[in-house]
C-alpha cells in the first residue's frame, strides 16, 4: 500500500481542493459514512485513511495511507477518525425533485447555518422526503460542515439550487413552516415543505404564496431551531404517508 | 453611561470569566434572548452593550457601554449582536424536576455537542417538559455554546446533574430513544424520557431498566442526530398530553 507523507503529493492536493472548493468532487469523512456510501453503491474517486486508523472492512477498494500527520492537517480529525473518501459532486435537477408526488419536497429559503443544511438533508433522507431545494441566501450544502452534518447522506439526497419564480411555476401547493400559520399536520406528499431563516423565517414573497402552518408549542417559547422544525414536520409527514 | 474601552475594567474581567469558567454567573448574548430574559423577570446582575449596537427598549435597567472593539474581543459577534448580560447561574435539583408528574422529564446520556444539549434545553422549553437531567459525560449545559443554543432559555428551564442510581430508585418509568426499539409514541407525563451518546446512543445498563422506543423512518437510514430525535419525540408528547 502507497504511503504518502508529503503535503506536495498530487493526491494529496487533490484531497485539499476538494474540501475547499467542494465544486466538482467532494470528501465525506468518518468510517461510518464512508463505509455507508460504498454499500450503497457509490463509487469512490479515492479511498484514504490515516495510518494509524483502523482498515474499514472493505477489500475489494484500494487505499492510499497518510502519515498521521498528513491526514490531521487535511481533515477534520474527530469526525473522520482517520478515514476519508473522495467522491463525483453529486448533480440533481430541480424537475427530477418536484416529479416525485408519492412524498414530499424540501424547500430551504435563506438557511445560512451549514450545520443546519447538513442536518435538513440528513432529516430528508430518513424521512423519504424527495429532495432538499435551495432558494437563494443558503448555505453550501456541500461544505465541509454541512457535508459532516449530513452523516453521509448528502450522496443519496437529490439537491438542487431553485428560484421562488420556478417554485411558484411548478403549480405544486407550497406550504412554509411559519410560526404564525394555524398549528396544523403538514402535507403527506405531492407539495414543498419550506423552511426559512434562523432569524427571520420564511420570506415574505413565499409566505404570501404559501399555506402557513406551525408546530404547536408552549406560548412561553416564540421560535424553534430549523433544523429542530423540519425534524418534527418531516417525521410527522412521513408518519401520515 | 459609563463608557468602558480597557481590557482590564474590573467589570469586563467579570464578564470574561463568567463566559470562561460560567461558574456562579453566566452570560447570555443577544438582544432577543436578554430582553427574553428581562421579560421574564428575571433580574441581570449587569447589562452590557457595544458602543454601536442598538440599544434595547428597556430603560428601567442601567447599562455598561463597552468600546466596539473591546465588545469584540469578549463575545461571540455574530450571536451577541452587541449585546449582553450577566446572569446568576441557575440552580434545579432533581428531585423537583422529578416531582412534576403533568409532562416528562429529559435525561440526556453521554450528550456531548454543547450545540446538542443546548437545543435540548431549547426544546424542553417549547414542549413544557419538567427539566433536563444531566447523566454522566455531558457537555456543560452553561458552555457558551450550549447557552446560545438555548437560545436564552437556559435560565428557565431546570437543568441538574443526576446518577444512574437516582434515576433508577425514583421508581419513574424510564424510556429511551433507541433505533433498536419499535416505533411507537413517547409518553405524554410521568416518565423519564432519555437521550443518549451522539455515537453510542444509550448505555447498556440504562436500556435494560428502560422501555425502547424508535422513531419510524426509511430503512435506508440507521439514526438520526440525538437533537433532531428530542424534537420529534418532545413535540409527539407534547401533542398527545
Given at each position: 500500500?502507497?504511503?504518502?507523507?508529503?503535503?506536495?503529493?498530487?493526491?494529496?492536493?487533490?484531497?485539499?481542493?476538494?474540501i475547499?472548493?467542494?465544486?466538482?468532487?467532494?470528501?465525506?469523512?468518518?468510517p461510518?459514512?464512508?463505509a455507508?456510501?460504498?454499500?450503497?453503491?457509490w463509487k469512490?474517486?479515492?479511498?484514504?485513511?490515516?495510518?494509524?486508523?483502523?482498515p474499514?472492512?472493505?477489500?475489494?477498494?484500494?487505499?492510499?495511507?497518510?502519515?498521521?500527520?498528513l491526514?490531521?492537517s487535511l481533515?477534520?480529525?474527530?469526525?473522520?477518525?482517520?478515514v476519508?473518501?473522495?467522491?463525483?459532486?453529486?448533480?440533481?435537477?430541480?424537475s427530477?425533485?418536484?416529479?416525485r408526488?408519492d412524498?414530499?419536497?424540501?424547500a430551504?429559503d435563506g438557511v445560512?447555518?451549514?450545520g443546519?443544511?447538513g442536518?435538513?438533508v440528513?432529516?430528508?433522507?430518513?424521512?423519504?422526503?424527495?429532495?432538499?431545494?435551495?432558494?437563494?441566501?443558503?448555505?453550501d450544502?456541500?461544505?465541509?460542515?454541512a457535508i459532516?452534518s449530513?452523516?453521509g447522506?448528502?450522496l443519496?439526497?437529490?439537491v438542487a439550487e431553485v428560484?421562488?419564480?420556478?417554485?411558484f411555476?411548478?403549480g405544486i401547493?407550497?406550504?412554509?413552516a411559519d410560526?404564525?400559520?394555524?398549528?396544523?399536520?403538514?402535507?403527506?406528499?405531492?407539495?414543498?415543505l419550506?423552511?426559512?431563516?434562523?432569524?427571520?423565517?420564511?420570506s415574505?414573497?413565499?409566505?404570501?404564496?404559501?399555506?402557513?402552518i406551525?408546530?404547536?408549542?408552549?406560548?412561553?417559547?416564540?421560535?424553534l431551531?430549523?433544523?429542530?422544525?423540519?425534524?418534527?414536520?418531516?417525521s410527522?409527514?412521513?408518519?401520515?404517508?
Open positions: 500500500m502507497k504511503r504518502i507523507s508529503s503535503r506536495e503529493n498530487p493526491i494529496v492536493r487533490r484531497i485539499r481542493a476538494a475547499r472548493e467542494h465544486a466538482s468532487e467532494i470528501v465525506i469523512e468518518g461510518k459514512p464512508v455507508d456510501a460504498l454499500g450503497a453503491g469512490p474517486l479515492l479511498l484514504a485513511r490515516s495510518e494509524d486508523a483502523q474499514l472492512d472493505d477489500s475489494a477498494s484500494s487505499w492510499v495511507l497518510l502519515s498521521a500527520e491526514f490531521g481533515a477534520e480529525t474527530r469526525t473522520s477518525q482517520g476519508l473518501a473522495l467522491f463525483e459532486r453529486p448533480s440533481s435537477s430541480v427530477a425533485i418536484l416529479a408526488r412524498t414530499v419536497a424540501v430551504l445560512q447555518d451549514p443546519n443544511v442536518t435538513i440528513r432529516l430528508a433522507a430518513a424521512f423519504d422526503a424527495a429532495g432538499v431545494l435551495l432558494l437563494p441566501g443558503c448555505a450544502p456541500f461544505a465541509p460542515k459532516r449530513s452523516a447522506t448528502i443519496r439526497v437529490p428560484t421562488i419564480e420556478e417554485l411555476a411548478s401547493p407550497l406550504v412554509a410560526m404564525h400559520g394555524a398549528p396544523d399536520d403538514p402535507p403527506a406528499r405531492e407539495a414543498v419550506i423552511f426559512g431563516n434562523e432569524g427571520s423565517g420564511v415574505g414573497d413565499l409566505i404570501r404564496r404559501s399555506r402557513s406551525s408546530i404547536a408549542m408552549s406560548r412561553r417559547v416564540e421560535s431551531n430549523v433544523a429542530s422544525s423540519a425534524a418534527i414536520l418531516l410527522r409527514s412521513y408518519a401520515i404517508r
